[in-house]
């Protein structure tokens, strides 16, 4: 039988953790004087907090000296780690354990593939670490999606061939990236956005065990 392995990306996809990166990044935005909204946060999504910094400064047509950069990349991750100190179990999204159970019963490989450099102390938090074999995060990449180096990563790490690794994605960039490394993507989220996405899905509870085998299964 075919190897095949499954890659997850983690905020939007295992947990919801945008709603604290925003809270982290408006705060910042407060203290400069920049006008923050959820939805310029949209933009953030899936995006580096190196990137995201420079956008928040290039909304308020701020110039910085890089330690200055440092210090306030610095100062949002320290407000952002204060929430994930309070997270567990019930942050999962629905119907994220059943699809991963299901997988690891069936002896299959998983990874995750996530921008965060927080990826594994939030797995850790939530109690999923135990289901993947690789964390791929944003301290082991140099290049941010929609670059397909992160989804490579994980493929390699779990000894899959990229063609038949299955990637679970909520950003379009990390959809791009998945499609790049000529992997299988799937869409969490809005299906409008995440057009270019080989299937669709608002969320997990719209994935039954027929589709699971099918993507096992699927002859690429
Ligand atoms: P950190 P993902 C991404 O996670 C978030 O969507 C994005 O908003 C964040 O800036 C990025 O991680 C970096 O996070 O500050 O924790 O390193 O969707 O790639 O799992
Ligand atoms: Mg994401």
């Given at each position: 039988?075919?190897?095949?392995?499954?890659?997850?990306?983690?905020?939007?996809?295992?947990?919801?953790?945008?709603?604290?990166?925003?809270?982290?990044w408006k705060k910042l935005a407060d203290e400069l004087g920049i006008e923050f909204t959820?939805e310029d946060n949209?933009q953030f999504?899936?995006?580096?907090?190196?990137r995201c910094l420079e956008i928040l400064l290039e909304m308020g047509n701020i110039e910085v000296e890089?330690?200055q950069f440092?210090s306030w990349l610095?100062e949002k991750?320290?407000?952002?780690?204060?929430?994930?100190?309070?997270?567990?179990?019930?942050?999962?999204?629905?119907?994220?354990?059943?699809?991963?159970?299901?997988?690891?019963?069936?002896?299959?490989?998983?990874?995750?593939?996530?921008?965060?450099?927080?990826?594994?102390?939030?797995?850790?938090?939530?109690?999923?670490?135990?289901?993947?074999?690789?964390?791929?995060?944003?301290?082991?990449?140099?290049?941010?999606?929609?670059?397909?180096?992160?989804?490579?990563?994980?493929?390699?790490?779990?000894?899959?061939?990229?063609?038949?690794?299955?990637?679970?994605?909520?950003?379009?960039?990390?959809?791009?990236?998945?499609?790049?490394?000529?992997?299988?993507?799937?869409?969490?989220?809005?299906?409008?956005?995440?057009?270019?996405?080989?299937?669709?899905?608002?969320?997990?509870?719209?994935?039954?065990?027929?589709?699971?085998?099918?993507?096992?299964?699927?002859?690429?």
């Amino acid at each position: 039988m075919k190897n095949t392995g499954f890659i997850f990306d983690l905020d939007g996809v295992i947990v919801d953790t945008a709603g604290y990166h925003y809270l982290a990044w408006k705060k910042l935005a407060d203290e400069l004087g920049i006008e923050f909204t959820e939805e310029d946060n949209e933009q953030f999504k899936g995006v580096s907090r190196q990137r995201c910094l420079e956008i928040l400064l290039e909304m308020g047509n701020i110039e910085v000296e890089p330690e200055q950069f440092e210090s306030w990349l610095k100062e949002k991750n320290e407000e952002y780690l204060t929430y994930i100190g309070k997270m567990d179990e019930s942050e999962i999204l629905p119907d994220v354990p059943k699809v991963l159970k299901y997988l690891i019963e069936r002896n299959i490989p998983m990874a995750l593939g996530s921008a965060s450099k927080n990826a594994a102390p939030i797995l850790e938090k939530v109690k999923l670490k135990p289901y993947f074999t690789s964390i791929v995060d944003g301290n082991a990449v140099t290049k941010a999606k929609p670059d397909p180096e992160v989804f490579l990563i994980a493929a390699k790490d779990l000894g899959v061939d990229p063609k038949h690794c299955i990637v679970f994605e909520d950003a379009l960039a990390g959809i791009q990236a998945a499609n790049t490394a000529g992997m299988i993507s799937i869409g969490i989220g809005d299906p409008e956005i995440l057009a270019e996405a080989n299937f669709n899905f608002r969320d997990f509870t719209e994935i039954d065990n027929d589709f699971l085998n099918e993507l096992i299964n699927l002859e690429n």
